[in-house]
Structure formats: C-alpha cells, structure tokens
C-alpha cells in the first residue's frame, strides 16, 4: 500500500524550462492537493482538486498548472520555470471531510 | 485572514526531557486543529487530529491540548528520544468546502544525547 507517490524525487531545471510533477494515490481520496514548502514558510496551497476532472487555485498557483484526468492522478505542470519557483514540492490526498490527509514524500525542485 | 502561528521556532533538549510545543490560530469557521511531524527530506505525517469538543488526544509520547476558547493548542512530547528530532507543523483546517489545511511554518526540534 503505497499512500501518495511523487515523482520525480528530485529535478534541476534551468530558466525557461517547462516540467510536469506527477502523483499518484492508492487511497481512492476523492480530493487532491499541490503545495509548495520554502525555508522559514510553512507549507503553501498550490492548486487543489476535488475530483476528478475539476482543479481550483490556492493560495500560490500564479506559474502553474494542474490536471486531474484520473481520479489517482494529479498532475503539477511548469511551463516556463523560474528561480522562483525553487522549492520542495508536496503532494497529498483526503477525502472530502479532510480526513486521511496523506502527503507524498515530496519533489526537491532547483531552478538555475 | 486565517493564520496560524507556532512557538518557539527552534527548540534544542537533551534526551530524555520533557518538552512543549505551542500553537495560536485565529481559523473561522474551526474545524480541526492537527499536529504533524516532518522528518528531513520527508513528507509531514499526522499526530493528531482534535476537533472542537475535544481537549486533548494522546499518541505514544505525545499528548496535544486544545483550548478553543482561547485558539491556543499545544504538543507535549514526554521522555524525548533521537528519533523525535523533526519540524512539529501545527495545522488548522477551516470548516468550509474544498478548503484545504492552514499550515503553521513549524517548529524546529532538536533532541541531543
């Protein structure tokens, strides 16, 4: 029973570069969660999904963007990355209530 | 604006102490309030979950209290051990639909033998 997998671990881009994040989750969580984690800031909502086929904003989705085609996967898109963008992303799951919340280990992104 | 805040930011005990983790949040309308730990390099993962009528919830060696009234929670963990060195994220989630988790920035605690 895998949770929630984040791939790939770890990516170095350079400026200008577009890469696509991928999670999966085994859990068969109807919601879906992107977020971003930056030294000294705890951790920010990208983008979210509360089922299939429907994405909405959080609190930083401003040079992202998302895809839920199927219900296990969440996709974070960059299309043209910026340093800015140098982060560790997270994944995670829930259901509806927000119980069962499960994060991903997580996506160590470095923009050059 | 829904906000969490966390103290201290950084906390270093010896092992075997005691210690106390604290958390302010000012989240309406309250829906749960959460304790994670964050190891390096890895995902957060769930220590607790309390709800508005529930005062505290014990797993292992930790106990999280909540007072609601007040918006103040706290992590205490007895007897620290090596293995309890990680970043505490207090979290508070909203009661409102498709809102996610409101994220403390964490505390930062180092246990030494």
């Known amino acids: 029973n895998a949770g929630v997998t984040q791939t790939p671990k770890f990516r170095v881009l350079k400026t200008g570069q577009s890469m696509t994040l991928l999670c999966a989750q085994d859990m068969n969580h109807e919601y879906m969660y992107w977020y971003r984690q930056d030294p000294g800031m705890g951790l920010r909502l990208i983008h979210y999904?509360?089922?299939?086929?429907?994405?909405a904003k959080g609190e930083v989705p401003d040079g992202y963007n998302v895809s839920r085609l199927k219900k296990q996967n969440f996709l974070l898109g960059l299309e043209s990355a910026a340093p800015s963008q140098t982060s560790v992303y997270f994944c995670?799951?829930?259901?509806?209530?927000?119980?069962?919340?499960?994060f991903g280990s997580g996506t160590r992104l470095t923009v050059v | 604006k829904n906000q969490v805040e966390q103290s201290p930011q950084s906390l270093i005990i010896l092992e075997g102490k005691n210690c106390t983790l604290q958390c302010n949040y000012t989240v309406s309308p309250f829906s749960n309030l959460r304790w994670y730990k964050q190891d390096t390099g890895r995902g957060p993962v769930s220590l607790t979950i309390m709800t508005f009528s529930e005062n505290t919830k014990s797993n292992g060696r930790y106990t999280a209290t909540l007072d609601a009234d007040t918006k103040q929670s706290s992590l205490h963990i007895t007897a620290s051990q090596l293995s309890d060195s990680a970043s505490y994220i207090c979290?508070?989630?909203?009661?409102?639909?498709?809102?996610?988790?409101?994220f403390g920035k964490g505390t930062t605690l180092s246990v030494s033998s």
């Open positions: 999904s509360v089922g299939e086929g429907t994405t």
């Open positions: 995670a799951s829930s259901t509806p209530g927000g119980y069962g919340y499960t």
């Open positions: 979290v508070v989630r909203a009661n409102q639909a498709g809102t996610a988790l409101i």
